[in-house]
């Protein structure tokens, strides 16, 4: 080949491996994934019991039968695990305050009785007392240490600091309880309150600024104005009890031994009203037993209505322990967008099992 073609062969052979790497192949467009990864999400963990017509709990339910709605929106549930699955965290709050009366003994044992029922060797209980101060008596620990310290507590005639008593317990579990166990607050009193900080402060308040306002104050307009300060101070650390149940995914359940009579005073159909919106509201239970009056002057039908009395309070231990065996833990992923502290409404249901009961809380607020 002459020399000045080999040369024009050559050039040709460089010019387009140039062309080549200015201009490489396109690389194929890598499809993309169908599965939305959820970064900004929020955990809600909403506990729920389900039991049939007769009150007995329903086991062996799955994600499936179970449907949830966030502010009328269909969630994705992640998991439902069930009480056998899921340890429980119960802590147990024993009035001991002047308050209670003479079934004191009575309310010990049962308790005592049912925390030996209800309770795994997983599970893990708490004792607090509600007097003047919420006392905690026996830490976090297994069946057999509860029973002993419900069984040791002593009642005493003090006042009641009823809401300090059950925020110290929702603050307990929240911070001593591991995540993703069931969280319960049983509460035997009947929720009147009467020396909690924030009420004390306010009434507190209230006395000052109205002395403050005259050198000589009328004090039957003084009482009046107390009176009024103290139930503006109860509603709002009602509230306040009901946001640190609600944070720490606790469930409420309540026995008042005043039974139906509550209903004598004003203060203690107040007291019974905290005990209903705490446990309406987490999805437990308040329960008002109508128990028959054991100090009249027939020591004969005292013994008698003793015994009666003793049979209502086991059945209502019995129909607790039932729900917390039907006690599903539900939880979903929210990404929806909400303020803080908006409080989220749910509803849950169980659509193919229309003939069962669910209890559940109504919502939840917002941690961001």
Known sequence: MPKHILIAVLLTILFSVSLFAQNPTPTPKIQEDDTVIKVDSRLVV???????????????????????EEEGRRQQIENAGDAMSVPLEIALLFDVSASTDAMFKFEQQTAAKFLQQVMRPDDRAVIFTVGQNPIMVQGRDTAEKAVASVLNITATKGATAFFDSVKEAASYLRTMSPEGRRRVILVISDGEDNFSEGVQRAVRQYERNLVDKGPDPDYKKLRSVVAQAQNTAKNAERAKVLRALQDADIVHYSINPAGSSYQLNQISVFGQENMDVFSKQTGGTAFLPKFAPI???????????????????????NQLANELRAQYLIQYYSDAEYPQNKFVKLRISLPARGDLKLRARDGYFVKN
Request: charged share 25%; proline share 4%.
């Open 46 to 68: 909403v506990p729920v019991s389900v039991t049939d017509a007769k009150g007995d709990p329903v086991l062996g339910l799955t994600a499936k039968d179970f449907a949830i």
């Open 295 to 317: 100090d009249t002057k027939d020591t004969y039908q005292n013994q008698n209505n003793m015994k009666k009395n003793a049979q209502i309070l086991e059945q209502i231990f």
